[in-house]
């Protein structure tokens, strides 16, 4: 695969500012409905497809396992703190919460913030080093490389059984669909192609 994120100062700088986007993307979809066919909040909040497939080709595409496992923590870390900030402001703003002032709401959930970003944040660290292993020219790393795919796949295909039953989530069903099309193209490519010239 090619490496496109190394271990230096730029790339991890760039790695910072695709999850600030990435987290800035579930506050967008955070303030849709989701409860109707699209249910657009939804995909913010409870689907996974984009952020395996994100965090899959972060890691796969990075030059060594150490920075594989530093951009998967940075990504996910920065995602989750902005959506968990975001989420605590709306409901200061909404009257929600005791505080009287920002500097006050802050202070004090500060450490519920962290709570909320860094044990994922060190689960995808460790999950990015086992993952990283999918760039060697082996069955263990073609079998790495396909799990992410696998994950996609079976909540694609649950998604797509709640749109038919519920008649809802459909626009996470359709992005789960692109995201494993995609995957597998890169795998397709990158991976199988590639390994056995």
Known sequence: MKIIFKDNIRSYLLIFLL???AGLSV???CEFPNNDLWAFSYWSSETFGFWMFSTSLIV???EKRKTATINSTIYIFIMFLITTVYKSFRLYLNGYT???SFIDLSLNSLYGWLLYSVPPAIICGILGAILWSGRKNNIYGKMLCILPAIFILLETILLFYSVFISHTKLFSAITDLIWFIL???LLKKEVF???NK
């Open 19 to 21: 999850s600030i986007i």
């Open 27 to 29: 506050v967008f979809f």
């Open 60 to 62: 796969l595409l990075s």
């Open 98 to 100: 005791p505080f009287n």
């Open 183 to 185: 995957y597998i193209i």
């Open 193 to 195: 192609i590639k390994k």
